[in-house]
């Protein structure tokens, strides 16, 4: 028996199987050749990703003690920061308190609750909704409920990590077609001899700012008899004549399934799924991200269904969107990546270049990150600048002198 076992007196009164002692040598093993220490040494010598400890008010990050102008937040309409909205939120824990303290299948259900989601599915045209935890939970405990061994999904190669992993995580057989290219997704559902068929797409594109051809996913969804999964994260709260999104003229269609975020363009926290009445309640038995998971605080509930209310009420998503088009206009010159969204894209290449473009810019006065691989293929790596109806069109102006600064 190893040493130290037989110096734990509570372990010495226990007979320990040979299967046990077995189990402790080889994690000894492991522990030897791998101390916490250098567990993730590869990672740390390749990775260049840092936390960078903030300070946000909504217009400005102030990063390493200096103010910049945010052009790098998914708050796209400022509800973050509205006094409606906080206003909102502070008074649920005024008069609730804090955390829900459970699962929503347990006692952490609210009549908030399914009041907002009713107000969600109305917004967006579905029977009904389901509110999670986020999106990354969202997602991971979606496919999972909908998928299984005998599933083929079909995965656009961009998708977020959240789609990605809770295809993989969900046992289907998973095939990615390439961007957008809806000829090679048909070529793969023809190939497919699964009992189902699920096509999973982000909405708008989070790193590359394009959109899902929706209309195609439907009719091939429809021919080859297929679920649609579309992820709105980046088109809720910003697309379509009330923010609805980027699927509005389908929402409903039964083979149709939208996930988006209440932690972007509504300043808040959370995710909500939207589909059929029989959908949702499906999930409500099967989905083990809502069922093992505490459910939201009902402040952010609060938060959130107050910036849909200004979203509903006034002309943000308007301001957003005029925004957009005047950063269009303003940037014809710069190898803009094709989006009419407010996810826009200046293509680099190097890493070196998107990085260093990116320093520059602080030293201007403006926050926008440089994405690099792994998040975007070698050779593509790019400035991201993020527009919100925060922004005035001086913030704009700005912005692009100082991309014209740097050459
Ligand atoms: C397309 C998309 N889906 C899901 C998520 C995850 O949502 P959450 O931050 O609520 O986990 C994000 C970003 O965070 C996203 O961009």
């Known amino acids: 028996m190893p040493h130290s076992l037989q110096a734990c007196g509570k372990i010495n009164d226990f007979k320990l199987s040979a299967a046990l002692i077995d189990s402790f040598n080889m994690s000894m093993n492991i522990a030897t050749m791998k101390d916490s220490r250098n567990w993730f040494k590869t990672f740390s010598e390749t990775r260049q990703r840092k936390l960078l400890a903030s300070q946000r008010d909504g217009l400005n990050i102030t990063v390493e003690g200096k103010v910049l102008r945010n052009f790098a937040s998914n708050d796209y309409l400022g509800m973050s920061v509205h006094p409606q909205v906080c206003a909102a939120a502070k008074d649920v824990i005024n008069q609730q308190g804090l955390g829900s ?9 609210a009549p908030l609750l399914h009041q907002f989601e009713r107000e969600l599915a109305d917004w967006k045209g579905f029977e009904a909704c389901l509110i999670v935890g986020s999106g990354m939970l969202a997602n991971i405990g979606l496919l999972q409920a909908l998928a299984n061994r005998h599933t083929d999904i079909f995965s656009d190669k961009l998708n977020h990590a959240s789609l990605v992993d809770g295809a993989r995580l969900s046992g289907a057989k998973v095939s990615r077609y390439a961007h957008l290219d809806m000829g090679k997704l048909e070529q793969l559902l023809q190939k497919s001899v699964a009992k189902q068929r699920i096509i999973v797409s982000d909405g708008v594109f989070s790193m590359d700012g394009d959109a899902a051809d929706v209309a195609s ?18 088109g809720t709260g910003t697309l379509g004549e009330q923010g609805e999104g980027l699927i509005s003229e389908f929402a409903g269609h039964a083979r149709l399934i939208e996930v988006g975020t209440l932690g972007k363009a509504l300043g808040s926290y959370g995710a909500y799924i939207l589909g059929t009445l029989e959908m949702i309640e499906g999930l409500k038995q099967r989905m083990r991200t809502l069922i093992y998971s505490t459910a939201l605080p009902l402040s952010v509930i609060a938060a959130a269904q107050a910036a849909l209310s200004l979203i509903q009420t006034t002309d943000v998503v308007k301001t957003l969107q005029s925004n957009v088009l005047y950063f269009l206009h303003q940037a ?76």
């Open 101 to 109: 303290g459970a699962s929503r299948l347990v006692s952490g259900d």
């Open 217 to 234: 996913l439907i009719s091939l969804a429809e021919v080859y008899d297929a679920l649609i999964v579309i992820d709105d994260a980046h």
């Open 332 to 407: 014809q010159n710069f190898s803009l990546m094709p989006s009419s969204t407010a996810i826009q894209l200046v293509l680099l290449g190097s890493d070196e270049k998107a990085l260093s473009a990116a320093i520059s810019l602080r030293e201007y006065g403006f926050f926008v990150p440089a994405i690099r691989p792994p998040t975007v293929p070698q050779g593509q790596s790019r400035l991201r600048i993020t527009l919100a109806a925060t922004h005035s069109q001086q913030d704009i102006n700005s912005l692009i002198k100082a991309l014209s600064n740097l050459g």
